[in-house]
Nanobody, 120 residues
């Protein structure tokens, strides 16, 4: 069993930056596709970004492309999300995920979520 724990959420002004981390425990996630989803207030959970096991292949939702960067450190079983030029519409609960396929169409494990609030 894998446990995913996110950290780094908080409140930031529009145009600012924030970094999230997701640490895995229980077993290694080195072979998994890792990524992030988010759920804005009153909306469904949506795909944000994913990274393959080697870190060489990444995918992004169009809404965050060019502003967000995903990376991973397999030695630490940790995935990161750097968010720049944040907008109020980025406000959401951000969930770390581990699973398969490039855009995480299959999610095996979820984190508990971390709140990101962007003020205008």
């Amino acid at each position: 069993q894998v446990q995913l724990v996110e950290s780094g959420g908080g409140l930031v002004q529009a145009g600012g930056s924030l970094s999230l981390s997701c640490a895995a425990s229980g077993r290694t996630v080195r072979s998994y596709v890792m990524g992030w989803f988010r759920q804005p207030p009153g909306k469904e959970r949506e795909f944000v970004t994913a990274i393959n096991w080697s870190g060489f292949t990444t995918d992004y939702a169009d809404s965050v492309k060019g502003r967000f960067t995903i990376s991973r450190d397999n030695a630490k079983d940790t995935v990161y999300l750097r968010m720049n030029s944040l907008k109020p519409e980025d406000t959401a609960v951000y969930y770390c995920a581990a699973g398969g396929s490039r855009r995480l169409s299959r999610v095996d494990y979820w984190g508990q979520g971390t709140q990101v609030t962007v003020s205008s």
